[in-house]
C-alpha cells in the first residue's frame, strides 16, 4: 500500500517512513514535486488546495498501473495533509473534529495508528453540522460556486440529480475526505472525476476570489468527494469501516481555527 502525505511547504516535522510527502511546488528536502513530472498543475494549489497535489497522486497511480491493467483487487491508498491524518483508534485531545497532538507526541505515534488491517478504510467520522450542508457552505463561501459545480457534477455524471440533492440538503458529512485510507482504483476514478468537473467549471461560470476564498474550488471538491465518499461506505462492509476524529499535528497541541 502507498500513502501520500500532501504538503504546500517546508515539513515542520518529520513524517513516518512509508509517507511519501507530495507536493506541487517546490517544498524542500523529502518532498517530490509532482509539478516537475505534471506541469499543468504547478501553481493550482491556489484555487485547489490540496487538490492540486492529489490531482498529481492520481496519475502516479495510474502511471504505475499502467503495464497491468489498473489497481489490484484489495489494493489501498492512504491519503493525508502533511497536519492532519486519519487514524485507527482515537487519538490526541478531542477538539473541534480533531483529535490534537503535538510534533513529539507524533513522533512516537505507531505506524498501525495510520495503516487499517487489510481490507478495512478509515475516513473520519460523518459529522452533523446542524444545518444543511447547503446552508452551512453559504455561510462561510459564495454559495452559487457550489451551485454551479454540484450541477456540473451532475451535468457530466459524477453524481445525480437526487444524491446531489439529498446531500445539500441533508446536514451531515465526512469532513476533510483527503485523509483516508480508501481503495486505490476508486480514488483515482473519484480523483479523474472531480479533476473533469473542476475543468469544467474553470472554463465556464468560475470567478476570480480572493484570500481565503481564492480556494473556492478546493472547497466544492471537498463536498463532492464527500458525497462521493458516502456513497462508498454504503457499500462497505460495516465492520470494516473505520471512523475517527482525523489527527491533527500543531505546535502547541492544541486544535487553532484554520488549521
Not at 45 to 72: H, I, K, M
Not at 91 to 104: E, Q
Not at 120 to 136: E, H, K, Q, T, Y
Not at 168 to 197: I, K, Q, Y
Request: glycine share 8%; with cysteine; charged share 20%.
Amino acid at each position: 500500500m502507498r500513502y501520500f502525505t500532501a504538503t504546500h511547504e517546508k515539513l515542520e516535522w518529520p513524517l513516518p517512513a512509508f509517507m511519501e510527502a507530495v507536493s506541487t511546488v517546490p517544498a524542500g528536502d523529502g518532498v517530490t514535486d509532482l509539478s516537475v513530472s505534471y506541469p499543468e498543475l504547478a501553481g493550482r494549489g491556489r484555487s485547489l488546495g490540496e487538490y492540486a497535489t492529489l490531482f498529481g497522486v492520481r496519475r502516479v497511480l495510474q502511471e504505475s498501473w499502467a503495464t497491468d491493467g489498473g489497481a489490484t483487487d484489495g489494493e489501498m491508498v492512504g491519503i493525508s495533509h502533511y497536519r492532519r491524518f486519519a487514524v485507527t483508534r482515537p487519538t490526541g485531545t478531542p477538539t473541534f473534529i480533531f483529535g490534537a497532538v503535538g510534533p513529539d507526541e507524533f513522533a512516537q505515534l505507531p505506524d498501525d495508528l495510520f495503516l487499517p488491517a487489510a481490507g478495512a478504510v478509515a475516513v473520519p467520522p460523518l459529522i452533523d453540522f446542524g444545518l444543511s450542508i447547503l446552508a452551512v457552505y453559504a455561510r462561510n463561501h459564495p454559495v452559487r460556486d457550489l451551485l454551479h459545480f454540484m450541477g456540473l457534477a451532475t451535468d457530466l455524471g459524477v453524481v445525480d440529480d437526487k444524491e446531489a440533492a439529498v446531500f445539500l440538503n441533508g446536514r451531515h458529512m465526512v469532513p476533510t475526505p483527503t485523509v483516508s485510507v480508501v481503495p486505490s482504483g476508486w480514488l483515482a476514478t473519484v480523483l479523474e472525476d472531480l479533476e473533469r468537473v473542476v475543468d469544467a467549471f474553470e472554463s465556464t461560470v468560475a470567478q476570480p476570489r480572493e484570500g481565503y476564498q481564492s480556494r473556492a474550488v478546493g472547497f466544492c471538491c471537498e463536498r463532492v468527494h464527500a458525497l462521493l465518499l458516502a456513497r462508498l461506505l454504503l457499500t462497505w462492509e460495516p465492520e470494516q469501516v473505520i471512523m475517527n476524529r482525523s489527527l491533527i499535528v500543531s505546535r502547541d497541541g492544541e486544535y487553532q481555527v484554520g488549521d
